[in-house]
């Protein structure tokens, strides 16, 4: 095949579409490499490309943790973050579920005279920017005394998640006979009943897909946690902040605790691709 | 089918059952409508009225007055501000917009390991951006990674020599932890616009004669145009009011807009944190304005088009 | 359209109750106002204090967070000597201590009193506490009452009382009590700056950086790092050197003040091109880096981009030589000689603590002799209690328990010691510094003095 052939069809790639590919490839993960490396030094000063001394080899000589041996200790709060992120992230995800769906079943199967205005009312939060519901959420939450405490983080992080979730689950009802309902409700069955023995069955994929990134969104999230926590509840994004806002060199406790801040998207990123599809993905920014 | 429609309410006369009707779906949205009204919109008003002069919590009422808003236009950098979020937001974005239509074009193709390549290019998009930001002082920075390997070569002797990428108002670096974490999103935008459209009407163009670039442009384009805008808009909203990413790699005074609008929330003096929200306004406004524009001047586009 | 208005009364409405909510005055819980009036009367025994401090069971404690050797020391070593009298310690390290006065004051805006609030002692010294001060958010002259007060000196007949008694010449009225004591050391790399080479005055300092442009900056006010640089070009450039800086705003008048800062801020503006990325050309503005915090300085020095830097912590180079972050090429300097300013920080209890017998008992835990040396011999934070008030015993031990200096001595340093600027000042400072360096602004030096005067004094 020539390249002027490739570039029509569906298999093969041209040089430079392979080339483009592997560079892709190599910005996402190569940067990995010299974190890795970042986080197991010790003295590791310009211009050497490997450290001088390793974490490994003078770990022992102070009486201070370093490295590693740091970063897991209960001194760098490292298990408070991630068991703050996992608590927020999980009441993030079921109060955003909880509320999203029964309006999203309204939106997918109701019409009714304002539902354009609720429609375009719900994209809003994606188009205006963050840090103006940042310092407004905070103003409010300071008159009610919610500044700084885990409640108040946990509603912000709704105004992100539930427009969101409200879309994904809107598509899953509309792509939902109505058959199945209508039947169980003739053969007796109450409303809570067919919701919990017909409905939810039927859109539990959907579910877990909408709730995995309404977890992920909320485990991403600094800015409303930063603002509305107030510096006193930290999750990983916030700790991560206060180790590489100082400005200075990337010490290996700041690459320990990036690649840590990692995990949560690279875990998430494993499950999700398994069986979402990438319209299903995308479906949830786009709107 | 020939069942009866169930409902459970249609014994009750009609008049009722419209207003029953009518409460449900009320209730039902209620709980995420408050939400989003209370907090999101509350939030969007208190802060337009404390920028107006009334904030209590402050013992400060001189409701109505402009007084912070001609401060603030006035104020020594706030047009360089202005400019500098702008610059910030826009050049990623165009520039993220062609990486990422090119790199979805490409995904369409088959070839090996692409399932593997479907998960690595996904990960910026996964993580948060303070993890772009820490791998760039890593990489970037003037005594960073790439800086000794350029010496290691011998282009450079000392780290003075390699340009100033971070901490500098060229903004090298804030474009680049945006382009490297908007990639993957506009990318899967795009594609998955592209994996609904088939490859029927290009192939007909090709059979037609048309060129590969007459084909994008006259055929491939306008089909993906849906997703180019939702993107690009999504995008540029979130450029202009990000905060963390110039907070740490920015050049200092003057920043962007909502580092500004901190800095000035974050003084002990309330007038100043009457100012930012006068500089949260500005934010919102302008930003909102700009993406009204857009979108309205995309429908006039399709609407000439014949599409709607 | 019923829908719309529905949603604007809902948020209005949001809105006027929230508004509401507010300036109430703040009220304290009957059971801590009344230990307070008690311990403060001098009604209890130590022993009711453990006792109380018991019940309250636990105490918050705000502090800067940005060194991981002094968060590791305190876990290591204060939370498990507070269990002993059972109380949980629970630390909030703040990004700037700025933020848990904040704190404070919001507590009290929504009326929250003793015993009420949410921060229990502040890691805290200068501007900070003159704002508490100031806006009367102390809980009380209690300094003197501590067991461990028998560490320090604080007769005012007594010339060594000075630092226990005046924070950055605010008075402390005992309602904060010393727990370190720093000065303003600068460094130099030996591999490429010969210690007989390095500046001794900021002359010295004027001259190395025209020879060599690009080898120094100091870092960018508002951090206290950078404000406290400004402050030493200040002494150094007045010719009444250091004493006018020592009153109060209202004490020290505008035009008085416009004499003893103009030089300082000329000296600024004419090294600015100098510095690291300034260009190198006398009234060429390039673009000079001003780093935003300690870690940033130290990251140049290390990679080679300047050869000196400056900044508080006497130790601080011996630890980081010994943490791995510097070379051991690295040395202290005598930095401006005559000029360099020294002060203590301290433990602050403010009015709306929720649990303030816990509060009393961490400033009495942190101001033990034991503690004081191990914090010195293991992070290198210099003793905020007073050696005089030590036994020959304990005055050898602190003596042995201090890590060596690279390059200098302690006597040295004490030699060249002068005190902080007064806090009503420091702010006026900084707006100067921003207004005249920051932003190049093309008004008249004195006018910029002016604004930043009539900003700040009240």
């Known amino acids: ?287 | 089918m020939e069942l009866p429609k169930a409902n459970p309410i249609k014994h009750l006369p009609q008049a009722r059952r419209r207003w029953l009707g009518r409460f449900r779906i009320a209730l039902m949205l209620a709980p995420a409508m408050a939400v989003l009204v209370v907090l999101y919109l509350g939030a969007l008003v208190l802060a337009f009225l404390q920028s107006l002069g009334y904030a209590p919590l402050y013992q400060i009422n001189t409701f109505p007055t402009l007084h912070y808003y001609q401060d603030l236009f006035s104020s020594t950098g706030f047009w360089q501000s202005v400019f500098y979020t702008f610059y910030y937001a826009l050049i990623p974005t165009f520039v993220g917009l062609i990486l990422s239509i090119y790199l979805a074009l490409t995904l369409r193709k088959r070839f090996a390991l692409k399932r593997l390549f479907q998960y690595v290019y996904k990960l910026p998009l996964m993580i948060p951006y303070l993890v772009g930001v820490s791998l760039t002082i890593l990489l970037f920075s003037n005594g960073g990674i790439i800086a000794r390997v350029l010496h290691l070569i011998g282009i450079i002797d000392n780290p003075v020599e390699f340009p100033r990428i971070l901490y500098d108002h060229s903004g090298l670096g804030i474009m680049i932890v945006y382009i490297w974490k908007q990639v993957p999103f506009m990318t899967l935008i795009i594609y998955s616009v592209l994996l609904g459209l088939g490859p029927e009407s290009e192939e007909a163009a090709t059979t037609l004669g048309a060129n590969p670039w007459q084909t994008f442009w006259y055929v491939t384009l306008p089909q993906i145009m849906p997703g180019i805008i939702t993107g690009t808009a999504i995008v540029f909203a979130f450029n202009f009011g990000s905060f963390e990413t110039p907070f740490i790699l920015g050049g200092g005074f003057p920043n962007t807009l909502p580092v500004e609008a901190w800095r000035a929330f974050d003084d002990p003096e309330p007038a100043r944190r009457l100012g930012a929200m006068a500089i949260v306004m500005v934010i919102s406004v302008v930003s909102g304005g700009l993406l009204y524009l857009y979108i309205a001047w995309y429908r006039r586009f399709e609407k000439r088009r014949g599409r709607v | 359209m019923g829908k719309r208005l529905w949603l604007w009364a809902v948020t209005i409405g949001f809105v006027l109750l929230a508004g509401s909510v507010l300036g109430q005055q703040a009220k304290g819980n009957p059971v801590a106002e009344k230990f307070r009036s008690d311990f403060l009367a001098g009604k209890l025994t130590w022993n009711d204090v453990l006792t109380e401090a018991k019940k309250e069971g636990q105490v918050n404690w705000y502090h800067w967070g940005g060194s991981t050797e002094l968060n590791t020391w305190i876990d290591q070593v204060v939370k498990p000597e507070l269990a002993k009298f059972g109380i949980a310690l629970k630390t909030f390290r703040v990004n700037d201590t700025r933020n848990a006065v904040d704190l404070v004051i919001a507590d009290n805006a929504s009326g929250k009193g003793l015993g009420m609030g949410s921060v229990d002692a502040i890691w805290i010294n200068g501007e900070n506490f003159y704002t508490l001060g100031t806006q009367n958010l102390l809980f009380g002259p209690f300094a003197d009452k501590l067991p461990n007060s028998k560490n320090f000196f604080f007769d005012p007949k007594e010339p060594r009382s000075k630092l226990n008694t005046s924070d950055f010449g605010y008075p402390t009225n005992l309602q904060e009590v010393p727990w370190s004591g720093e000065e303003y050391t600068c460094y130099i790399d030996t591999a490429r700056l010969k210690p007989a080479d390095a500046p001794k005055t900021f002359q010295d300092l004027e001259t190395w950086l025209r020879k060599t442009p690009g080898r120094f900056t100091y870092i960018k006010p508002p951090d206290f790092n950078g404000n406290t640089f400004v402050e030493e070009v200040m002494y150094a450039f007045n010719a009444g050197g250091p004493e006018p800086f020592q009153k109060r705003a209202k004490d020290l008048g505008l035009r008085n003040f416009i004499q003893a800062t103009k030089g300082g801020f000329e000296f600024l503006k004419r090294i600015d091109p100098f510095l690291l990325g300034g260009g190198g050309r006398d009234g060429v503005r390039g673009n000079p880096i001003y780093p935003n915090s300690p870690d940033a300085l130290q990251t140049l020095l290390v990679n080679g981009q300047i050869d000196m830097g400056c900044e508080f912590g006497k130790y601080n180079a011996a630890i980081q030589i010994k943490n791995g972050r510097f070379p051991p090429t690295v040395q202290n300097i005598i930095f401006p000689q005559k000029d360099m300013i020294s002060n203590k920080n301290y433990i602050a209890i403010p009015s709306n603590s929720p649990n303030p017998a816990a509060a009393l008992v961490l400033a009495n835990v942190v101001s033990g002799i034991d503690n004081q040396f191990s914090k010195l011999s293991q992070i290198g934070y210099p003793l905020g209690i007073d050696p005089g008030r030590l036994s020959a015993a304990d005055q050898e031990a602190a003596a042995k328990a201090s890590l060596p200096l690279p390059g200098i001595t302690l006597a040295q340093l004490g030699d060249n010691a002068v005190p902080d600027t007064n806090s009503s000042l420091v702010k006026v400072l900084e707006g100067i510094w921003q207004e005249y360096i920051e932003r190049q602004s093309g008004k008249p030096l004195e006018q910029i003095i002016a604004d930043s005067w009539n900003t700040q004094v009240k």
């Open chain 1, 1 to 287: 095949m020539t390249i002027r052939e490739r570039r029509f069809s569906r298999d093969g790639l041209t040089p430079f579409q392979r080339f483009y590919l592997i560079f892709f490839a190599l910005t996402v993960l190569s940067p990995l490499i010299p974190m890795i490396i970042a986080s197991f030094a010790f003295r590791w000063f310009w211009p050497d490309l490997l450290p001088s001394e390793w974490w490994a080899s003078a770990r022992h000589t102070l009486t201070q943790p370093i490295g590693w041996d740091y970063v897991f200790s209960p001194y760098s709060r490292l298990f408070t973050a991630i068991r703050n992120t996992l608590v927020i992230g999980f009441s993030v995800t079921l109060l955003c579920l909880a509320i999203s769906l029964p309006a999203a079943r309204v939106l997918a199967r109701e019409k009714f005279r304002a539902k354009g205005l609720v429609e375009f009312f719900l994209l809003t939060p994606l188009i205006v920017p963050e840090v103006a519901i940042g310092l407004g959420v905070l103003l409010i939450f300071i008159q009610l005394g919610l500044a700084g405490s885990f409640v108040g983080i946990v509603l912000a992080h709704l105004i992100p998640t539930v427009p969101y979730a409200i879309r994904v689950l809107t598509s899953v009802f509309q792509n939902l006979s109505t058959d199945y309902e209508e039947q169980a409700m003739v053969l007796g069955a109450n409303p809570l009943k067919t919701f919990w023995h017909i409905t939810l069955p039927m859109i539990f994929p959907g579910i877990m897909a909408g709730g995995l990134f309404v977890f992920l969104v909320s485990s991403n999230v600094f800015l409303l946690t930063f603002f509305v926590g107030r510096g006193q509840v930290e999750t990983l994004p916030t700790l991560l902040f206060t180790k590489v806002s100082s400005g200075g060199v990337l010490d290996p406790v700041t690459a320990g605790i990036t690649l840590i801040t990692m995990l949560p998207g690279i875990i998430l990123l494993l499950i999700t691709e398994r069986f979402i599809r990438e319209e299903v993905f995308a479906k949830g920014f786009s709107g």
